[in-house]
């Protein structure tokens, strides 16, 4: 509801595990959360390499990334 990067697959934290098939295998997977500060991103970092899915974090939030979008 906050905010979605074109192109993002939404997926909670809580659903993770099970849904890991919608997931591109040939691409690099990056996570987003709500801000900087919030630690479902990590946590699904987190999980995600314990499965060994290349992966990293956005470190800001939708905010943050459209705002630089909209400030070149």
Known sequence: ESGHIPGAVNIPFSELEGRLSELPSNH????????????????????????????????????EWSEARSNP
């Open 28 to 63: 690099e997977t990056v996570v987003y959360c709500r801000g900087p500060f919030c630690v479902l991103s990590g946590n699904a970092l987190n999980f995600l390499r314990s499965k060994g899915i290349r992966s990293r974090r956005f470190e800001g939030g939708y905010r």
